[in-house]
Nanobody, 126 residues
Framework: QLQLVESGGGSVQPGGSLRLSCAVS????????VGWFRQAPGKRREGVSC???????DYGDSVKGRFTISRDDAKNTVYLQMNNLKPEDTAVYYC????????????????????WGQGTPVTVSS
């Protein structure tokens, strides 16, 4: 059974950092692309980053240069390192897969999502 479980969210001041983790089961990271999207209250789902099975990454314009996606194949875990966080980064962050190997651009990946986790909240506030 395919499952994605996020962790690592929390509250941080502007300029701070967080690292989100996504433990994957039911498939391996060399089989399907994985990534992150976020959703703030009252707003549409927004793609944050995705990574193909070959390791090609894409990022949303609002997080480029601040966020980094990575993965540990041995642990079957995906990470999102978030630096220089801003109040507008406040949202629930979800790990997801489109159940395709990729490579995809983030917009395509976001539109083809097949499964995602329960989400982990991130709050950036002073």
């Amino acid at each position: 059974q395919l499952q994605l479980v996020e962790s690592g969210g929390g509250s941080v001041q502007p300029g701070g950092s967080l690292r989100l983790s996504c433990a994957v089961s039911g498939f391996t990271l060399d089989f399907y692309s994985v990534g992150w999207f976020r959703q703030a209250p009252g707003k549409r789902r927004e793609g944050v980053s995705c990574m193909s099975t070959s390791g090609i990454a894409d990022y949303g314009d609002s997080v480029k240069g601040r966020f980094t996606i990575s993965r540990d194949d041995a642990k079957n875990t995906v990470y999102l390192q978030m630096n220089n966080l801003k109040p507008e980064d406040t949202a629930v962050y979800y790990c997801a897969t489109d159940m395709r190997p990729g490579p995809n651009n983030l917009k395509t990946w976001l539109g083809d999502l097949a499964a995602w986790g329960q989400g982990t909240p991130v709050t950036v506030s002073s």
